[in-house]
């Protein structure tokens, strides 16, 4: 899996934070795609930018997963 964020000035007027925090672990609630896409929309926001300076910020979460396309198997995720 590979994910990353966007920010956006604008705000949630409706429906949950994909981000729900407790003891500084963050747990995700995304919205699942067909293509195997997934994202949500967050108002707990990181790394944003100093160009965001006050304004209302949102930031897009988002994962998918990239095919293992190397001949070599793909490495066990260790858990």
Same mark, same amino acid.
């Given at each position: 899996?590979?994910?990353?964020? $966007?920010?956006?000035?604008?705000?949630? %007027?409706?429906? &949950?934070?994909?981000?729900?925090? =407790?003891?500084?672990?963050?747990?995700?609630?995304?919205?699942?795609?067909?293509?195997?896409?997934?994202?949500? $929309?967050?108002?707990?926001?990181?790394? %944003?930018?100093? &160009?965001?300076?006050?304004?209302? =910020?949102?930031?897009?979460?988002?994962?998918?997963?990239?095919?293992?396309?190397?001949?070599?198997?793909?490495?066990?995720?260790?858990?």
């Amino acid at each position: 899996m590979i994910g990353g964020w $966007f920010h956006f000035v604008g705000s949630i %007027v409706a429906g &949950e934070d994909v981000v729900t925090w =407790v003891e500084n672990s963050g747990t995700y609630q995304f919205e699942k795609l067909p293509s195997g896409c997934e994202f949500g $929309f967050s108002a707990k926001l990181a790394l %944003v930018p100093k &160009e965001f300076a006050g304004r209302s =910020v949102v930031q897009l979460e988002f994962m998918t997963r990239v095919p293992w396309v190397l001949a070599e198997a793909e490495p066990e995720n260790p858990a």
